[in-house]
């Protein structure tokens, strides 16, 4: 089935700095990608939609120069934290759509990468 | 836009219990619902799926039901098992919006 990586898988960085999180298709190309912020037992809130080859579509609320996202190609989209702050503290995970049924079944599935921890001091 | 909204937000049940899941949508247009679990520390991963054409479909201890006139459907898991534990998450059509979440625990 396909697959979506993530990287890191946790990252522990100081107030100020930026961290850029990895979010790729390995077995499939994926002209979209959605990035997501969860905090513990809560649901995905999606921040945001990755496109390729164009500027990503935030969602109400979602600072875009603070979580800046480039989809550079079909496999890679990437999440910067700028400037991270305590409350930027979160798990982010990505997930791309995958055509997973037969013939005329356009019906695509999201897979999901396996999340990045993020914890700012 | 489709909106999703989800119930219960939290869910105990004793092991072999039943559990449902209801979620209701917005838009008449939406033909696809798909569930997801996800354990805990874990990514989100599909575990069933219905289509507009079908009221229900069942894999072994989890079903879904669609009531599309009411703009609902809901997730059934019966005999539930410990393994079940974990937070349950519906999306319509276009998948990229999920519900609220269910976090469920099965007490052994």
Known sequence: GAVVSQHPSRVICKSGTSVKIECRSLDFQATTMFWYRQFPKQSLMLMATSNEGSKATYEQGVEKDKFLINHASLTLSTLTVTSAHPEDSSFYICSAPHRAGQGGDLTKTQYFGPGTRLLVL | ?108
């Open chain 2, 1 to 108: 836009g489709e909106n999703v909204e989800q119930h219960p937000s939290t869910l105990s049940v004793q092991e072999g219990d039943s559990a449902v899941i209801k979620c209701t949508y917005s838009d008449s247009a939406s033909n696809y619902f798909p569930w997801y679990k996800q354990e805990l520390g874990k990514r989100p991963q599909l575990i069933i799926d219905i289509r507009s054409n079908v009221g229900e479909k069942k894999d072994q201890r989890i079903a879904v039901t669609l009531n599309k006139t009411a703009k609902h459907f809901s997730l059934h898991i019966t005999e539930t098992q410990p393994e079940d534990s974990a937070v349950y998450f519906c999306a319509a059509s276009n998948q990229f919006y999920f519900g609220t979440g269910t976090s469920l625990t099965v007490i052994p």
